[in-house]
């Protein structure tokens, strides 16, 4: 959504909040999709300092569809956003300075999903789990081991040492 900030440049020194809807549908992190799954808004409050400086707050959260990076089963991931930026008035046109190099105002609008889509991308777990304690699958099987107990030997062998495991078998004398 973009919101057209002419509408603050006469409200000096006031603070005005409104609803803003979120127009993303998914993000796209490492090569892969992932679908949100909630329809909540973002409330912002736009404060214009003397002027010359047009502060933005705002504060919500998106939840998205995604799969746990052990057992594959579908959980969903609840980012927490909050944006807090400033844009300078001079002559009427509105830009942005931050440490980002990003600038979400073009024309005299500003960009939420842009904004938002950069909180959520930083927010971003590297690791997506359905629980902490996750066992994941079967590397023998393929199981889901958090619902089903396998009997499979996961005994992880070095192929260089497999040579010295019949030198110590009870067939065998040293």
């Avoid at 892969?32 to 933005?56: A, I, Q």
Wanted: aromatic share 8%; glycine share 6%; proline share 3%.
């Amino acid at each position: 959504m973009k919101i057209d900030l002419s509408q603050f440049l006469e409200k000096e020194d006031q603070t005005v909040t409104c609803d803003a809807a979120i127009d993303i549908k998914s993000v796209s992190v490492n090569g892969m999709d992932f679908p949100r799954t909630d329809s909540r808004s973002v409330t912002l409050t736009f404060y214009n300092s003397e002027g010359h400086t047009l502060y933005v707050s705002g504060k919500t959260s998106l939840t998205f569809t995604a799969g746990c990076d052990r057992c594959l089963e579908q959980v969903d991931v609840d980012i927490p956003v909050e944006i807090s930026q400033e844009i300078k008035i001079t002559d009427e046109v509105f830009s942005m300075d931050n440490d980002e190099g990003l600038d979400y105002v073009a024309e005299g609008f500003l960009d939420i999903d842009g904004m938002i889509m950069a909180e959520v991308h930083l927010g971003w777990p590297s690791k997506i789990l359905c629980k902490d304690d996750c066992l994941g699958l079967c590397p023998v099987c393929g199981k889901n081991r958090n619902l089903f107990t396998c009997d499979c030997d996961t005994e992880v062998r070095d192929p260089r040492m497999m040579q010295f495991l019949d030198v110590f078998s009870n067939s065998k004398e040293v």
